[in-house]
């Protein structure tokens, strides 16, 4: 019996205009669209995203005494390098996730992103690439790292994630 009306009066010249035009086809006037609650659901969602995806101070800071605290697993480096140069036994690292190492590592390139670092490092003595997940605990630490350039060496402690671009996933990390 009502039909809802599919016109709305222009602001600027009082005439009907269909809501879904960009401009008034009679004075060109924009037509308002409401984008103030997509604008408000895309940064809630953004939010939402970004509060999940950061992992919590308090369950890293847990997990760097695990870890640090952790006995190291024994791993033949050198068997993990034979296994990288060996199309058919990449898989092989699967076996090691999870597991805790030490390393010393060469840096090849390291990048700061937001409050962790993402350093790949060179394969060195018998050791593979590597790919770490560095988390410093303070910003000396992170002032540390920032210093750091190609060929200097680190020392680490972390956990096993498998396998990167045919290098070892190391996530998280923590220097030692």
């Known amino acids: 019996m009502f039909q809802k009306n599919r016109f709305k009066s222009c602001k600027h010249c009082q005439k009907s205009v269909i809501p879904a035009d960009i401009n008034c086809p009679y004075c060109g006037t924009p037509v308002g669209k409401n984008v103030l609650p997509k604008l408000l659901i895309g940064v809630l969602l953004l939010i939402l995203t970004i509060t999940v995806a950061i992992p919590k101070k308090s369950k890293l800071e847990k997990e760097r005494k695990n870890i640090l605290n952790a006995t190291v697993a024994s791993v033949d480096m050198v068997e993990w390098t034979r296994n990288f140069n060996n199309i058919e036994r990449v898989n092989t690292i699967g076996e090691f996730d999870g597991k805790i190492v030490e390393l010393q590592l060469q840096i090849f390139v ?28 303070n910003q000396a630490e992170t002032d540390f790292i920032k210093s750091l350039r190609p060929g200097q060496t680190i020392k680490i402690k972390g956990k096993v994630k498998g396998a990167y671009l045919k290098r070892i996933k190391i996530e998280p990390a923590f220097l030692i």
């Open 110 to 137: 390291a990048t700061y992103l937001s409050d962790h670092f993402g350093i790949v490092t060179a394969p060195s003595d018998g050791v593979p690439g590597t790919y770490l997940m560095l988390y410093p605990k």
